[in-house]
């Protein structure tokens, strides 16, 4: 339950994902204070957060269950991206294999999403995860190369890990930065007018993008998984298109080569006859 008698208290402790932001004031001057600067992403937000019950006094008891189980730094998380991706049609290409990976701090306003929904449930959940991560001390968006890859228990997900949300930078875009994993993580970024979020970025992969970037404005937040069309823009439209793809030009076939450990060449008819 909220607390709602706001007259009884001259001065109340408002938070927002564990510290990020805090407001001291009276009730009042809560409300003022909200006009100070980014009124509009911080209204937004704040109502978002008290509809999903969570802007809570400081006195209102929230019982810790989050534990932390342990940590792997940044060259661990690599070496699993590089070698423990594969295509799923194809177990022996490994499309980040040579690829340019590090782990960065950059603006959220300079990634692109290439997913066309945001589902409300992961919103408020990924919510509740920033404050409970915060009370002990982890920054969710700012995870470090020590501790990249955090371990823990909480509610009911056992043996779950976080890492920094993945950016693939899209050589067939333009260079784009685009948000392959923990979109709802750069979501909130935005919403929150974070300066800086750590992502893991790579470049350089041996295969496109299987989904074409979008603009923020195309991002809905919906209540369930919306039907495939609604989900995300497919660069390929058939089996046939991807396996033509790799001889579309120099580049793409160097790209695709660096897929194969040890050189190895897999002919077209061979990966056609996977994707089928």
């Keep these: 339950m909220r607390n709602t008698n706001t007259r ?10 564990g510290g990020s932001i805090t407001i001291y004031c009276s009730s009042l001057d809560f409300f003022k204070s909200l006009f100070i600067e980014n009124i509009v992403k911080l209204a937004i937000f704040c109502y978002f957060l008290y509809m999903a019950g969570e802007i809570r006094l400081d006195s209102d008891p929230t019982p810790p269950n989050l534990v932390i189980r342990g ?15 594969s295509l799923k049609e194809v177990k022996q290409f ?26 409300k449930d992961n919103l408020e959940r990924t919510i509740k ?14 995870l470090p190369r020590d501790k990249t890859q955090v371990y823990y228990d909480w509610g009911q997900s ?10 693939e930078i899209s050589e067939d875009d333009g260079n784009i930065k685009v948000v392959t994993d923990g979109l709802h993580r750069v979501f909130l970024a935005r919403e929150l007018g974070l300066k ?9 992969t041996a295969a496109p993008l299987p989904f074409l970037p979008l603009s923020w404005d195309e991002v809905k937040i919906t209540e369930t998984v919306p039907p495939s069309h609604l989900k995300r823009k497919s660069r390929f439209n058939s ?12 580049r793409h076939h160097e790209r695709f080569l660096q897929g194969f450990e040890n050189g190895l060449v897999l002919k077209l008819g061979s990966l056609h006859s996977s994707s089928t």
């Design 94 to 119: 490994l499309p980040y294999r040579c690829s340019n990976i590090s782990l960065v701090s950059i603006s959220p306003n300079d990634l692109a999403p290439c997913a066309m929904y945001i589902l």
């Design 239 to 250: 089996p046939e298109e991807v396996a033509r793809w790799n001889l579309q030009s120099p």
């Design 8 to 17: 009884e208290n001259k001065s109340q402790c408002y938070r927002l994902i």
């Design 196 to 204: 800086t979020i750590n992502v893991i970025i790579i470049s350089n």
């Design 158 to 167: 056992k043996g779950a890990v976080i890492s920094p949300p993945i950016v």
């Design 71 to 85: 940590f792997k730094d940044f060259s661990y998380v690599e070496q699993l991206i590089r070698f423990g991706v």
């Design 129 to 142: 995860m920033s404050r409970d991560f915060q009370e002990q001390g982890i920054d969710i968006f700012q």
